[in-house]
């Protein structure tokens, strides 16, 4: 697992590229920018190694959610123009922040 203070930051740059705050992230509202974000999130840092509870007590959601959210991005990023966009954007952002770390 990485660096445990990187975790926060990827998180609010993520939030910050794509337009929403982490309050809203952490929302229990279900509108689709905040749930594209929340499921890219989630995917993120489970490739960082992060266990499902853990992502869910910084995303404020409970394990399963987090589980469903991996599941629904396997099955948007094959068909959902607009998610595949906001996944890419948050790929060249994690391009960068590991070419600066280095």
Partial sequence: MKSKCR??????????????TTKELRSRSRRQDFCDVRKII????RAEGLTFEHI???IKH???TVIY????????INCN???KHK????NKLLENEKASDT
Avoid: A, Q
Avoid at 7 to 15: D, Y
Avoid at 42 to 45: E, H
């Fill in 69 to 76: 959210n991996l599941k629904e991005y396997d099955l948007m």
């Fill in 7 to 20: 975790i926060p930051r990827i998180v609010v740059k993520i939030c910050k590229t794509l337009d929403i």
């Fill in 81 to 83: 123009r607009d998610f």
């Fill in 56 to 58: 869910g007590r910084i």
């Fill in 42 to 45: 989630c995917y993120v840092l």
């Fill in 62 to 64: 409970d394990h399963s």
């Fill in 87 to 90: 996944v890419s954007v948050v």
